[in-house]
C-alpha cells in the first residue's frame, strides 16, 4: 500500500467507528450471506459477537497500517484459526467483495475511485498475509 492509500483507508474507517458494530456488521454479513448463502454454516447462531469481532479486528489492523509488521503475527494466528473454523482460500475473494460493498455504502457520497483502490490494495494484503499463513497456500 502507499502512504497516500493508507491515508485514505484510515480517513475513512474513523467514519465506521463512530457507528454501532451491530449495524456495521449486520450490514456486511447480510451481503455476505445474500450473496453466498453456504457460508452462513461457517458462523455462530447469533451473530452479536461476530460484529463487534470484525469491527474490532479491522481497527486494529487498520491503526497499524503504517507499521504492519506489528500486526502481521496477529493477522496470520487470525488466518489459522479461520482455516480451523472451514474458512477457504476462495472465501476470502467473497468477503473481500462484501466488504467493499459495506464500505462503499456506508462511506456514501465520499466513496471515489481512489478510496475504492486503496481499500482494495488493503483488504488484498490482509487477504494475502492470511492465506499465506494456512496450509491452502497459493
Not at 29 to 50: A, G, T
Not at 77 to 95: F, N, P, T
Amino acid at each position: 500500500m502507499t502512504e497516500e492509500q493508507i491515508v485514505l483507508v484510515k480517513n475513512s474507517w474513523r467514519t465506521f467507528r463512530n457507528i454501532d458494530p451491530g449495524i456495521i456488521g449486520d450490514l456486511f454479513y447480510s451481503k455476505l450471506f445474500i450473496e453466498n448463502p453456504k457460508l452462513k454454516k461457517l458462523f455462530p447462531f447469533s451473530m452479536e459477537q461476530q460484529h463487534r469481532k470484525i469491527i474490532d479486528m479491522l481497527s486494529f489492523i487498520i491503526s497499524r497500517l503504517d507499521n504492519l509488521e506489528v500486526v502481521t503475527e496477529d493477522i496470520k494466528a487470525m488466518a489459522r484459526r479461520h482455516e480451523g473454523y472451514g474458512v477457504k482460500r476462495e472465501h476470502y475473494k467473497l468477503v473481500g467483495e462484501a466488504l467493499l460493498w459495506t464500505m462503499k455504502h456506508g462511506i456514501g457520497n465520499e466513496w471515489s475511485d481512489k478510496l475504492r483502490e486503496a481499500w482494495i490494495a488493503c483488504y488484498n494484503m490482509i487477504a494475502k498475509t492470511m492465506i499465506s499463513a494456512t496450509k491452502q497456500k497459493a
